[in-house]
């Protein structure tokens, strides 16, 4: 693991390097982007940081270097090249008092560099009772407020899923944990659009365009209940899910066979330092 911290290469990655008064600590106030590595580098990072301005915009986080950002992911990927792994960038309110209220120190930027093993081609997934509210202050930001999340999954991993599924306060599908949802009806390929108060996942943006889904917002039950159900994110890329809740399903099906080649037939054109 490979650590950058506010221009700082550290010489031990679990050294000390956070004050216990930073926001990020304190209460969730930061933002964060997690980046596929491939070969030594990123992929898609001009997306991911384009999105980490945005949640930082969204959280009211002011002074973010973008060019800092770039020169921290280039620092953590100097050396022997990582074959497979993931980029953690972590951006925080910074130095504060211990409250809700934020300090006037400049903000706290976190680089990390780690491998990472390949994802299966299938997994389980669980429906979970706490709907996302798609209508809250956070809806749509990648934060690190996740420990509704690390509950979620927790409730996955006890029932041998490794992802576990919200509907938002509709009733309508919305995302996994730290997945979008597609889902095949009828053959059209389907996932919510971002009103459903899911992330606005990189990958699922480009599977979109590289690949095809129709965006609405349904019942959660249409989801479970469809022919072929996958997920996607940054260390997923395209998953089949081989079952949901009690239902079983033949995984992977055609059309996720068909979109897990469309991701592999465009991924490398976004693999780069510049890309």
Same mark, same amino acid.
């Given at each position: 693991?490979?650590?950058?911290?506010?221009?700082?290469?550290? /010489?031990?990655?679990?050294?000390?390097?956070?004050?216990?008064?930073?926001?990020?600590?304190?209460?969730?106030?930061?933002?964060?982007?997690?980046?596929?590595?491939?070969?030594?580098?990123?992929?898609?990072?001009?997306?991911?940081?384009?999105?980490?301005?945005?949640?930082?915009?969204?959280?009211?986080?002011?002074?973010?270097?973008?060019?800092?950002?770039?020169?921290?992911?280039?620092?953590?990927?100097?050396?022997?090249?990582?074959?497979?792994?993931?980029?953690?960038?972590? #951006?925080?309110?910074?130095?504060?008092?211990?409250?809700?209220?934020?300090?006037?120190?400049?903000?706290?930027?976190?680089?990390?560099? /780690?491998?990472?093993?390949?994802?299966?081609?299938?997994?389980?997934?669980?429906?979970?009772?706490?709907?996302?509210?798609?209508?809250?202050?956070?809806?749509?930001?990648?934060?690190?407020?996740?420990?509704?999340?690390?509950?979620? &999954?927790?409730?996955?991993?006890?029932?041998?899923?490794?992802?576990? #599924?919200?509907?938002?306060?509709?009733?309508? &599908?919305?995302?996994?944990?730290?997945?979008?949802?597609?889902?095949?009806?009828?053959?059209?390929?389907?996932?919510?659009?971002?009103?459903?108060?899911?992330?606005?996942?990189?990958?699922?943006?480009?599977?979109?365009?590289?690949?095809?889904?129709?965006?609405?917002?349904?019942?959660?039950?249409?989801?479970?209940?469809?022919?072929?159900?996958?997920?996607?994110?940054?260390?997923?890329?395209?998953?089949?899910?081989?079952?949901?809740?009690?239902?079983?399903?033949?995984?992977?099906?055609?059309?996720?066979?068909?979109?897990?080649?469309?991701?592999?037939?465009?991924?490398?054109?976004?693999?780069?330092?510049?890309?």
């Amino acid at each position: 693991m490979r650590v950058w911290i506010n221009g700082e290469l550290l /010489s031990d990655p679990k050294a000390p390097a956070v004050p216990v008064t930073d926001h990020g600590l304190t209460v969730g106030d930061a933002v964060f982007e997690a980046v596929k590595v491939v070969d030594g580098q990123p992929f898609a990072l001009q997306r991911h940081l384009d999105r980490l301005e945005s949640s930082a915009a969204g959280l009211g986080l002011v002074g973010l270097d973008v060019d800092g950002v770039r020169r921290g992911v280039a620092a953590v990927l100097e050396g022997e090249p990582i074959a497979l792994g993931r980029l953690r960038i972590t #951006v925080t309110g910074g130095n504060a008092p211990l409250g809700s209220g934020r300090g006037s120190d400049p903000l706290t930027v976190i680089v990390v560099a /780690s491998p990472m093993d390949p994802a299966p081609e299938t997994t389980a997934v669980i429906t979970v009772p706490w709907p996302r509210n798609e209508r809250g202050a956070l809806a749509g930001l990648k934060t690190t407020s996740y420990a509704e999340n690390v509950v979620a &999954l927790a409730q996955a991993q006890a029932a041998g899923a490794s992802e576990a #599924v919200f509907a938002n306060l509709a009733g309508n &599908l919305c995302e996994g944990t730290g997945t979008n949802v597609f889902y095949v009806v009828d053959g059209e390929v389907r996932t919510p659009t971002l009103a459903s108060g899911c992330l606005a996942g990189v990958t699922r943006a480009l599977l979109i365009e590289w690949f095809g889904a129709t965006e609405v917002d349904e019942p959660i039950e249409v989801a479970a209940g469809a022919d072929e159900i996958f997920l996607v994110s940054t260390t997923r890329d395209v998953q089949g899910v081989h079952r949901w809740d009690d239902r079983t399903l033949e995984a992977p099906g055609p059309v996720t066979k068909a979109a897990a080649q469309a991701w592999r037939d465009n991924e490398a054109a976004l693999i780069g330092l510049d890309r």
